[in-house]
């Protein structure tokens, strides 16, 4: 997909499916920036493109970031936005994933979880808004999880936030379709990522993944990326509202 001349913001862009749909975009063309609360994976991030064209590396951008600070990160967005005179594509990744039994939560936990999870996407949207509806086009896409149909626990915290992201999508979709505007979803499937790390016995959770997959092979961060690439496109332009599953056929909607 040609995406030269946009201007993209991914959230969550240092972890191990952000850094990927990062360096898609900018080898796509894309001007990529790439907010991340943590430094060292931001460097390692920026690593990643020693590999690339000069041109390509020139067009990634790390912004160092908090999203559970939602004030600071307005602000911060705010000022982002005029000196890039605002974006084309907006990725609401990032998540944390605390993994624990229900009742082991504290309010509090659940709450930053939400905030840093749902609300900044929100902050994000806002933000970007001004200046997409100036020019009456526009892509938002949300990142939400094969969590949400079940299947595993300890996870309550983080798969309420993804059904958040899920209503905030069909109600974004609805309300900005007038500006130009699409707003999707993509949900990826169990992506062998950092996230994995929480599971207790790697080759048993291995082994359930592909138990329940159509296609009988681990999904790869490229996969998550050319999904992305296609919702921010002209090609998909007639589309939103819509999640698609990059699952491996685990889920047949």
């Known amino acids: 997909m040609n995406m030269n001349g946009k201007k993209m913001l991914i959230t969550g862009a240092a972890g191990g499916l952000g850094s990927t749909v990062s360096w898609a975009f900018a080898r796509a063309g894309a001007t990529v920036y790439a907010l991340d609360h943590d430094a060292e994976k931001g460097n390692r991030l920026l690593a990643l493109g020693s590999a690339e064209s ?19 990160l307005r602000t911060q967005l705010d000022a982002l936005m005029v000196q890039a005179d605002g974006i084309d594509v907006l990725i609401n990744n990032a998540a944390i994933y605390p993994s624990k039994p229900i009742e082991a939560y504290s309010i509090e936990e659940h709450q930053l979880v939400q905030r840093v999870n749902a609300d900044a996407a929100l902050v994000c ?53 007038r500006d ?61 509202g819509q999640t698609l599953n990059v699952d491996g056929g685990w889920v047949m909607d």
């Not at 000069?54 to 600071?72: K, N, Q, W, Y």
């Not at 509806?133 to 309420?160: C, E, F, M």
């Not at 929480?198 to 959770?205: A, K, N, R, S």
Request: glycine content about 8%; charged content about 20%; aromatic content about 6%.
């Open 125 to 177: 949207v806002q933000a970007a808004l001004p200046f997409m509806k100036r020019r009456q086009t526009g892509r938002i896409i949300n990142v939400l999880s094969i969590t949400l149909h079940g299947g595993w626990a300890d996870l309550l915290p983080y798969v309420t936030s993804k059904g958040a992201l899920l209503g905030m999508t069909r109600a974004l979709a609805r309300e900005l379709g």
């Open 54 to 72: 000069p041109e390509c590396i020139a067009r990634m951008h790390f912004v160092r970031g908090d999203l559970s600070d939602l004030s600071t």
């Open 180 to 240: 130009g505007i699409t707003v999707n979803a993509v949900s990826p499937g169990a992506f062998p990522t950092d996230a994995e790390k929480i599971h207790p016995d790697p080759e048993g959770y291995q082994r359930f993944v592909l138990d329940h997959q159509a296609i009988k092979r681990r999904g790869r961060p490229q996969d998550i990326a050319d999904a992305m690439l296609f919702l921010a496109s002209e090609q998909a332009s007639f589309m939103t």
